[in-house]
């Protein structure tokens, strides 16, 4: 599975930016899209996840300001990012999990940088 990420850039806090993934290749079987993101200095960390079916898990952190979708005909998942914060800064990466094969692709990478 190859999963290409878009949508990072530069924005004020308060702001919004919309994240797309688009995955491709061995695309079947793939259960569970999501993002992670990863702050200098800081480890990897979970930020929401979204099943085949379209049940969704979100950080602490950010529920009630992201919102995770997936369009299953498109092999798309997106993250929707809203009220974003200075803390929100981070490198953006999409996953795909397949349950069959217990694997996990990631994706290369987006920046989001909200300053304050």
């Known amino acids: 599975v190859q999963l290409q990420a878009s949508g990072g850039g530069l924005v004020q806090a308060g702001g919004s930016l919309r994240l797309s993934c688009l995955a491709s290749?061995?695309?079947?079987?793939?259960?569970?899209m999501g993002w992670y993101r990863q702050a200098p200095g800081k480890e990897r960390e979970l930020v929401a996840t979204?099943?085949?079916?379209?049940?969704?898990n979100y950080a602490d952190s950010v529920k009630g300001r992201f919102t995770i979708s997936r369009d299953n005909a498109k092999n798309t998942v997106y993250l929707q990012m809203n009220s974003l914060k200075p803390e929100d800064t981070a490198v953006y990466y999409c996953?795909?999990?397949?349950?069959?094969?217990?694997?996990?692709?990631w994706g290369q990478g987006t920046l989001v940088t909200v300053s304050s």
């Open positions: 996953v795909a999990d397949k349950i069959i094969t217990s694997s996990r692709s």
């Open positions: 979204i099943t085949t079916g379209g049940r969704t």
């Open positions: 290749g061995r695309i079947f079987s793939i259960n569970v």
